[in-house]
């Protein structure tokens, strides 16, 4: 049984920071073969994506919402990924869900993890 789960979430000050972790448990394949992603869904609206990273993790997207502010890693080793978060914003304020698929150009990955709740003051 696939298991992720999310940690680092918390209540922020706009313009502070913040770290998300994804622990991958259960998966069939080794864990550098999947594509990683994360998602968020602000209150009241749908989710959305935030970022990706390839299997290999030498690619990695971005919504242009966070670009140049968020950065998706990996560490294989530890069947984790993180979502470094700089420079918060009100609208950032979210529940983040991480996800994994074997594909990096799904819209709807396979495994998701239960979502970590991110809050930015302002």
């Known amino acids: 049984q696939v298991q992720l789960r999310e940690s680092g979430g918390g209540l922020v000050q706009a313009g502070g920071s913040l770290k998300l972790s994804c622990a991958a448990s259960?998966?069939?394949?080794?864990?550098?073969?999947?594509?990683l992603y994360w998602f968020r869904q602000p209150p009241g609206k749908e989710r959305e994506f935030a970022a990706k990273?390839?299997?290999?993790?030498?690619?990695?997207y971005y919504a242009d919402s966070v670009k140049g502010r968020f950065t998706i890693s990996r560490d294989n080793a530890k069947k984790t990924v993180y979502l470094q978060m700089n420079s918060l914003e009100p609208e950032d304020t979210a529940v983040y869900y991480c996800?994994?698929?074997?594909?990096?150009?799904?819209?709807?990955?396979?495994?998701w993890g239960q979502g970590t709740q991110v809050t930015v003051s302002s």
């Open positions: 996800a994994v698929d074997p594909s990096i150009a799904t819209r709807t990955p396979r495994w």
């Open positions: 990273i390839s299997p290999g993790g030498g690619m990695t």
């Open positions: 259960g998966l069939a394949l080794a864990f550098g073969g999947y594509a």
